[in-house]
């Protein structure tokens, strides 16, 4: 009888937060799992793996370095893991960037006791939060280049070692309850005229999820978006000073009553991430979000939201992504689209 392949799992940003939380939770699941950390920063890296390796003994923990929002350094990683790998198995989109955000305390008090308005501002922080975002040295906005792009380009460009030998390949996205529609425009993918460069990035990685399953899921490949909910992390850090959220933190804990997706912990947060590695391609809806919660005393569980996005829209949004990548291959930076 042949020998069953190692299964490999490549995590983008898995030296911290939820990237490695999620690694963290896959180790103490599967013991046979190799893990791929895509990082940027090479000592981080290296200390990741060595506090798995503490936790795990034995544990096959590759590192690739890249950062997603370089798009020669995401070429560049693509080839190192080609290099390597023959399949990958379940690839955690991830990494993350917001840019400098701003807090809106006026739209706080103005809105804190409208029940309806205060708890859709909790649940997607729409209206709390404001993103300056910056251009990086190849020309593109940084958080899409970071959340968008250099994910995409690592989609499509690894798609060799997508759904191998008859094996599915899950696609996992780290989403957004704060993805909303109301953000995007499809005529302004990068979001310049706005202030919501977060949102909108998060919303194009729902569209993209679905535009994989609707023509990819007859060749293996499936794709599934979460919601690690409200996660207490250096990103998340930025929102507020450090006395504010030592005051605050007991506060967002008790508002689990009403926003059980104030999980806090990454190991919370990486709740529905683990639930979708977990669960039969087949059980997987194309059209949900799958969200991370937890119990006042910090039970972790997850459930289901629909997705509002369409098929069409999400055709679009990867044609031109398809588009961008082309002239990308055939030009030198700084680009401009």
């Not at 098929?311 to 990867?318: G, H």
Request: aromatic content about 10%; hydrophobic content about 40%; charged content about 20%.
């Amino acid at each position: 009888m042949a020998m069953q392949k190692q299964k490999v799992a490549l995590i983008t940003g898995a030296n911290a937060g939820i990237g490695l939380a999620v690694a963290e939770r896959l180790l103490q699941c599967d013991h046979d799992l190799r893990l791929c950390l895509a990082c940027r920063n090479p000592l981080k890296a290296t200390a990741a793996k060595l506090a798995l390796e503490a936790g795990r003994p034995g544990a096959t923990i590759d590192i690739v370095i890249v950062d997603v929002g370089c798009v020669k350094s995401v070429f560049k990683a693509v080839q190192e893991i080609k290099n390597r790998y023959s399949q990958l198995d379940y690839v955690f989109m991830n990494a993350g960037a917001m840019g400098e955000v701003k807090f809106n305390w006026t739209f706080l008090l103005k809105n804190l006791f409208s029940r309806e308005v205060a708890l859709h501002m909790f649940r997607t922080g729409i209206g709390l939060i404001e993103q300056v975002d910056s251009t990086t040295e190849e020309g593109l906005r940084q958080v899409f280049a970071t959340n968008v792009f250099g994910h995409f380009i690592m989609l499509r460009e690894l798609e060799a070692l997508f759904g191998c030998d008859g094996q599915p390949t899950k696609i996992i996205w780290t989403s957004s309850s704060n993805a909303i529609k109301a953000s995007f425009d499809i005529n302004d993918l990068q979001h310049k005229n706005g202030n919501q460069c977060y949102s909108s990035s998060k919303y194009i990685c729902d569209l993209l999820s679905l535009h994989i399953n609707c023509t990819y899921n007859k060749q293996g490949i499936y794709s599934s978006v979460t919601n690690p909910g409200f996660v207490y992390t250096k990103m998340t850090n930025s929102i507020l000073p450090d006395w504010l959220w030592s005051v605050s933190l007991w506060l967002l804990t008790l508002l689990r009553f009403l926003v059980p997706s104030m999980t806090i912990s990454t190991y919370c947060g990486a709740e529905s991430l683990i639930d979708v590695w977990r669960k039969p391609v087949e059980s997987l809806d194309p059209y949900s979000k799958y969200y991370s919660n937890a119990g006042l005393f910090s039970k972790a569980f997850t459930n289901q939201h629909k997705l509002d996005v369409d098929e069409s829209l999400a055709m679009q949004t990867f044609e031109k992504l398809d588009t961008m990548l082309e002239k990308v291959k055939r030009s030198e930076p700084p680009w401009t689209f």
